[in-house]
């Protein structure tokens, strides 16, 4: 690929401040960068799809040529913004850690090259071809240093960029390999070129139109040495189960790049060094929000953040806070640079996910950094939730298959569904509901950070889950890192605000496996566990309680106990249906509401707010919380599947199983309409609104005809509403529970 113009000197739009202007040259000493210089390109404009607001400028480095030739380098490339939008998730592709490469750099004629080191990739001693990452034209030499340009990464960067959205595609990029149309460099860090880091914001325009924004990075490998304390995992990439040996064997833990050791295929689990290095002489995990989180959020940032402490604290020869939070972002740091963690705040009220990622040497798993994005979302479903009783819409089903970019993955896409309680019309103040939602964005954000430090998923967390146990004795989960559902997932805190918790058993464990060599196991039992993999898997059979979003130490027994709820069963410390909206009235038509309906609107107001309540309690017997009958019933389908031998525990009965799960999705097909309980439920519901009603100062001054005919509306209101839930909401569940039941081709019902 030729680079264009005799100089090649790139056009950049400079987002360090003071650079704008005049010429910028600075020495630093220890680097193999000697010398940066920027200046502004008198006459030329920045690319029309560069950032307008910033002049255009000439850059050029000076840099050692024996201490750029004689060592090994990383090479990243995070993805920090782009203009892909993923519609099954709701968000834009974004805050991506990508991960390195391993590099080297070399001179062929005017150009200095870094061409990857592709013999970890490739099971041949000879067979290993190469790949140029990044060219620089060389501007000057001499015998102990060069004069370089930026580099032009641009067709790499349009691979990756392609690979992080080429899953939604069918598996194929919709530019067939084109090269990018245009691509531009946004700006230099001169002061991560001090600590000899090369850092560099590059944006492309794929071939398809797509625009990414890039933090490049050229590390020297030693930058991302481990340290004494630091331990390697060896893994098996194709197989879900732990390290191949020590005391982090019985986990799941995140498998760094897949690489060869000849024919074997090998990865290593990724996860911070807590060791006291050059690069980290405090040994701490250190956090910081990008700038634009509002205030009212950054408390429950923090509690996230070091709760994960109560797990050190506890640890033999540990027992110090690892985890920091640092709060926002230093000016002029971006996303994406190595040295920095970062929880990416995104303003946006409607999103179908929060992720994490990682970045780490492929040779070791030792991690350099980690970037999460959360959406403002999580705080809204929550609120918008108890004020309306409804999802926040749209609302996307789970797409639980992360898209896999050129290098690298996304560790978890927790979708947003939400789950609240299950006597969720009880009256709650605005105080209360906003605490609700921060319970909610605080829970969301330490399970990802719980994939930060090194944990995959274990869907078996849940089996922990006992409600027949007295309630001083019911753990909601042994993992943080199960889907567990949200309202007894803030368990996972002991108070509304704070950081203090209790100390999950698996998440104990495995934590102490990554960072203590497993000095914190003697005597504690092996604990049920399965990830991503496992749960997806149908070779040979399912393992029925291998299951995301499920609950119970048995899934089906939560399918009868929403059959029991909805049928008006009474269960112990559980509310039926009837008797949740029997308490809609009450929510909703309070005293101080009651005082201030004087006119027509506010009377129909009143009487849209009951039936949206009412609604939003159906749906969440129904077909809408994780708790109902559609969530559990979807979560219990492997139970009517052939099981594989032996997956079973003592104790459980898989007829006893299959015939909860049958009878949950029997009366799902064939449900139509609600149940007579809460039928009667819905008509008593209703005499108690209209007699709360009556004594409005509306109602009051109506004549008796006028008054009436009030009623009658709201009777026709009130049917309308259910007919709607009857028409379009059971109807989604029966098309998605028929739809579930034909996606296993190659697994047997057992029916």
């Known amino acids: ?149 930026a580099g032009d990464s641009r067709a790499f960067l349009a691979e990756i960029f392609e690979g992080t959205h080429a899953e939604t595609n069918g598996g194929h990029t919709s530019s067939d390999g084109k090269p990018p149309r245009d691509h531009w460099v946004r700006s230099l860090d001169e002061e991560a070129a001090k600590q000899g880091l090369l850092l560099q914001e590059t944006s492309i325009v794929s071939d398809s139109g797509y625009v990414g924004e890039f933090m490049e990075s050229i590390i020297p490998d030693s930058w991302l040495a481990p ?89 033999k020869g540990i027992q110090r806070d690892v985890l920091r939070f640092k709060g926002r972002l230093p000016q002029g740091v971006k996303l994406g640079d190595p040295r ?96 609700f939602a921060l319970e909610l964005l605080r829970g969301t954000l330490f399970h990802e950070l719980g994939h930060a430090l090194g944990l995959g998923h274990n869907f078996k967390g849940s089996l922990a889950f006992d409600p027949s146990k007295p309630k001083a004795e019911q753990i909601f989960s042994s993992s943080i890192m199960d889907y567990n559902h949200y309202e007894v997932e803030r368990q996972a805190f002991k108070a509304a605000s704070g950081s203090e918790g209790p100390l999950l058993e698996y998440d104990r464990q495995a934590l102490s496996a990554i960072y203590n060599a497993g000095a914190d196991l003697e005597g504690a039992p092996v604990l049920p566990a399965c990830a991503d993999q496992e749960a997806d898997t149908e070779l040979g059979g399912v393992d029925p309680l291998c299951a995301r979003y499920d609950v119970q130490k048995d899934p089906t027994l939560a399918v009868a106990s929403a059959l029991a709820r909805i049928q008006q069963a009474k269960i112990p410390g559980q509310v039926t249906l009837a008797e949740a909206i029997g308490r809609v009235p009450d929510h909703i038509l309070t005293q101080p509401r009651l005082a201030k309906i004087s006119t027509e609107k506010e009377f129909l107001a009143a009487l849209q707010a009951v039936n949206t309540a009412t609604q939003g309690v159906l749906r969440h017997y129904y077909s809408g919380g994780h708790s109902g009958l559609a969530a559990t019933v979807r979560s219990s389908l492997k139970s009517l599947l052939m099981m594989r031998e032996g997956v079973l525990p003592e104790g459980y009965d898989a007829r006893a199983m299959r015939d909860r799960a049958f009878e949950g999705m029997k009366t799902l097909i064939s449900t139509t309409t609600v149940s007579e309980a809460a039928l009667d439920a ?52 029966r098309a998605k529970i028929l739809g579930a039941l034909a996606r296993h081709p190659g697994v047997p019902y057992s029916l």
């Open 682 to 733: 819905v008509i008593d519901s209703l005499r108690k609104s209209l007699t709360l009603l009556a004594g409005t100062p509306y109602l009051q001054k109506l004549p008796a005809d006028q008054a009436k005919q009030a009623v009658e509306v709201a009777v026709a209101l009130a049917q309308q509403s259910l007919g709607q839930f009857q028409a379009v909401d059971l109807a989604k569940v």
């Open 1 to 149: 690929m030729k680079l264009h113009g005799t100089l090649a000197l790139l056009l950049v739009t400079l987002a360090a401040t003071g650079c704008s202007s005049g010429t910028s040259a600075v020495s630093y000493p220890g680097s193999f960068i000697q010398k940066m210089e920027v200046a502004p390109l008198p006459g030329l404009k920045p690319s029309a799809l560069g950032t307008s607001r910033l002049p255009a400028i000439n850059a050029s480095l000076t840099v050692d040529k024996k201490a750029l030739l004689d060592q090994g380098f990383l090479y990243g490339a995070d993805l920090q913004h782009s203009s892909y939008f993923e519609k099954s998730m709701d968000f834009y592709n974004q805050s991506m850690a990508i991960g390195h490469i391993p590099a080297r750099f070399r001179i062929s004629g005017q150009e200095l090259q870094l061409v990857s080191d592709n013999r970890r990739l490739y099971p041949s001693d000879m067979n290993h071809p190469e790949r140029v990452l990044t060219r620089f034209q060389i501007l000057n030499q001499t015998e102990t240093a060069l004069v370089i340009s």
């Open 227 to 315: 340290g004494k304390q630091f331990q390697k995992f060896r893994m098996d990439p194709e197989n879900p189960v732990g390290a191949d040996s020590g005391p982090a064997n019985r986990f799941r833990l995140l498998a760094g790049e897949s690489t060869r050791a000849g024919e074997a295929k090998l990865a290593f689990a990724q996860h911070f060094d807590i060791s006291q290095t050059p690069t980290n002489p405090s040994g701490n995990i250190d956090w910081y929000v990008t700038p634009n989180i509002p205030e009212e959020f950054i408390g429950a940032v923090q509690d996230a953040v070091e709760g994960w402490n109560r797990y050190f604290r506890s640890y």
């Open 340 to 435: 920095y963690n970062v929880i990416h705040w995104d303003s946006r009220t409607v999103a179908g996910a929060a992720y994490e990622t990682q970045a780490s040497d492929p040779a070791t798993g030792k991690q350099s950094h980690s970037l999460i994005y959360l959406p403002a979302a999580w705080f809204q479903i929550g609120k918008a939730y108890w004020n309306s009783g409804k999802y926040s819409d749209p609302r996307p089903g789970p797409n639980l298959a992360a898209p896999q970019p050129r290098i690298g993955k996304v560790a978890c896409r927790r979708d947003l569904e939400i789950d609240s309680l299950l006597d969720q019309t009880a009256a709650m103040s605005v105080d209360e509901i906003r605490a």
